[in-house]
């Protein structure tokens, strides 16, 4: 039986007479994504190609087989459960958050640029999270389509919404992604864009059709009112520039009588208006001299938040708002920036000026962040309790950063930060309660971080080490002195189990970093060879009582009597990822289920020794618990693909 590649690839230049007879005008191209230009966040990681966002590039690769395999894009979160993690982060506006909001994002380019007809998107594991589409033009971003998440059933599907027409041709689009009514992660395989070519350009010699390939690609009903309600293009736009106020003040006139509501004092006005948006205040700042004074006042502007317009965020904005951020707190910058819509000095301005009082900074996927913006930072912010930089790549002056010293949540996952950096920063940061450093690929001695955190971080909480491939026991047993700690995410930290000397150290004892630091260089000089999840003993030493997130993924080492040495220490466990874990047995399951009663998140995913039969019946014993069990075909006892047992690490 051909697979959908060999189909693919055995009919690359294919020719529908139907379809040419439909669109005669041969200027109809259909393309898949030529590159990956921008990701919010990956299952995957940058060594590897398994689960990653390139995996988008060129024709599908599984499709029409339902299942979850390595050569999909999946993003790094589903459902609800990390927003019910103890290192979930609060909305600095919820009144600015877009009525359908979304968490992740990934933008693609495609070889011609064309007028969009349809864009495709190939799904190959739950479906249902699409909740935008983008094209980018010369100057600024329009909208295809929104639409509201769903769940789209346990099937593959081509999702192919009705689109927006637009007047300029296209290369780029960016779609937009919320998981939370997923059941467990979403797989995409390829996305296509059907359009027509400009004019101008040469006829493309071999033109051909995807689309009769496939079976017939669903087609959602058009949502009503949803275009209606998106945001201006241009945010600024709606925003009077400081210099112009003077010249715009004999327009606004007292404006039409608002009745008791005028004899409102102002304090009661402005606590009415904390509830709106940016573009609400900006909208109330044009209806009368009063209103204009009352929705600029910076009172209104303490917490700031500008990811829901992204699309159309430039550096005008930063000018605008500079005027109004007196008593800033709180900013969001997050997803702007992108192609080069917001310049380095603008953003150093706004910090200079407007952030010498803030203590929460964000700036997630932000490409304007360089050395000069980092250096900013630290200048102008050194009241700053909270900094995230996810996904910021190309900064060398890392270690800037130790000259904060009251930060509690630093967020610095897929960022390029090294080893000296890192561990500079956490020194200098004692009070750091949650720490991010996964998928950093840059950090190649993760233990010396790991034993940082340990000896000068004791009020930590949670900390993520996804995909740190050099984090070992050692590091991992050093923090057993956070007695707070309630979160703790090493999945895929393939030497995460090692065994060696250290591990003569009593379970539950706390470990100095003299310890810490003597096991680990008894190791180095002996040249051990730290093997995948050899063992799981280290999970003895994490004490406290407090853990309430756990996840083990791929540790292939774990077994039963690691869980059961752990189950005193973690009578709150809420969520437990076994993922991949290949010894564990049902027994030390079911014991996890009856004595963890808090529990409500377990993934036993592709461990081998767990059958279907047995997960449904621990979902009919304990219907509160959400256990999930992963797979690669329709047959549920197919062996896993050899790309998720052994991960490419090249």
């Not at 010498?356 to 932000?366: D, P, V, Y």
């Not at 059961?564 to 437990?576: K, N, V």
Request: overall charge neutral.
């Amino acid at each position: 039986m051909q697979s959908a590649s060999d189909i693919i690839s055995s009919l690359l230049w294919f020719k529908d007479d139907e379809y040419q007879d439909d669109e005669s005008n041969n200027q109809i191209i259909e393309q898949f994504v030529q590159n990956v230009e921008d990701f919010s966040s990956q299952y995957g990681s940058e060594i590897s190609v398994s689960y990653t966002a390139f995996n988008l590039r060129g024709p599908p690769s599984n499709f029409p087989d339902y299942g979850d395999y390595p050569q999909a894009f999946v993003m790094r979160t589903y459902g609800k459960w990390w927003d019910e993690a103890p290192s979930v982060q609060e909305d600095y506006m919820p009144q600015n958050s877009r009525s359908i909001p979304s968490q992740d994002y990934v933008e693609v380019s495609f070889e011609r640029a064309v007028y969009p007809l349809e864009v495709a998107i190939f799904e190959t594991y739950n479906p249902g999270a699409l909740v935008r589409i983008w094209a980018l033009g010369s100057a600024a971003w329009m909208l295809l389509w929104e639409g509201e998440p769903e769940y789209a059933g346990d099937k593959p599907r081509i999702f192919s919404p009705p689109i927006k027409q637009i007047n300029f041709p296209t290369r780029i689009l960016r779609l937009e992604f919320n998981h939370r009514l997923l059941p467990y992660y979403t797989e995409l395989d390829a996305v296509l864009l059907r359009g027509r070519e400009p004019a101008s350009m040469v006829k493309m010699k071999n033109n051909f059709s995807y689309s009769t390939l496939f079976y017939k690609k669903s087609q959602p009903p058009v949502p009503k009112g949803l275009l209606d309600k998106v945001i201006a293009s241009n945010l600024h736009e709606k925003v009077v520039l400081p210099m112009l106020v003077s010249q715009m003040e004999q327009y606004i006139d007292t404006g039409p009588p608002l009745g008791d509501f005028q004899r409102l004092p102002d304090e009661t006005i402005l606590t009415i208006m904390k509830y709106l948006d940016i573009q609400s205040l900006s909208r109330c700042a044009q209806v009368n001299r009063h209103f204009n004074r009352l929705a600029l006042d910076a009172i209104l502007y303490r917490c700031i938040d500008l990811r829901p317009y992204w699309h159309c965020v430039r550096s005008q904005v930063l000018m605008i708002l500079a005027s109004r951020c007196k008593f800033l707190q709180k900013l969001d910058l997050s997803w702007c920036g992108s192609h080069r819509m917001i310049q380095p000095h603008y953003v150093i301005k706004f910090l200079k000026e407007n952030c010498t009082e803030l203590t929460h900074l964000r700036m997630n996927c932000c490409e304007f962040v360089d050395n000069s913006v980092l250096r900013s930072v630290v200048e102008s912010c050194t009241y700053l309790q909270e900094l995230c930089l996810r996904s910021v790549i190309g900064c060398s002056d890392w270690v800037c950063l130790s000259g904060l010293r009251r930060l509690r949540r630093l967020d610095l996952y897929r960022t390029d930060i090294g080893t000296a950096a890192a561990v500079a920063v956490v020194r200098a940061n004692p009070n750091l309660r949650h720490v991010n450093v996964g998928s950093c690929k840059m950090i190649s001695a993760m233990d010396e971080l790991a034993i940082a955190l340990g000896a000068n971080c004791p009020e930590l909480i949670s900390v993520d080490f996804w995909k740190s491939y050099s984090l070992t026991a050692v590091g991992i047993r050093a923090l057993g002195n956070c007695k707070m700690l309630q979160e703790l995410d090493v999945g895929w930290c393939l030497q995460a189990g090692s065994s060696g000397e250290w591990l003569n150290v009593l379970l539950g004892r706390a470990v100095t970093q003299a310890v810490a630091q003597q096991s680990l260089g008894r190791i180095s000089k002996r040249g051990a060879s730290l093997q995948a999840g050899s063992s799981g003993e280290w999970l003895g030493a994490l004490g406290g009582g407090q853990l309430r997130k756990l996840f083990l993924g791929a540790l292939r080492g774990v077994c039963d009597r690691d869980l059961r040495a752990l189950l005193p220490r973690a009578p709150r466990l809420a969520q437990l990822d076994l993922l991949g874990v290949r010894a564990v047995t049902p027994d030390v399951c079911g014991d996890i289920l009856a004595r963890c009663h808090e529990l409500k998140l377990l993934d036993v995913s592709f461990c081998d020794q767990i059958l279907e039969s047995q997960v449904n019946e621990w979902r009919l014993q304990y219907p509160h618990v959400s256990i999930k069990r992963s797979f690669q075909s329709a047959n549920l006892s197919a062996a896993p693909s050899p790309l998720f047992l052994q991960p490419s690490l090249e």
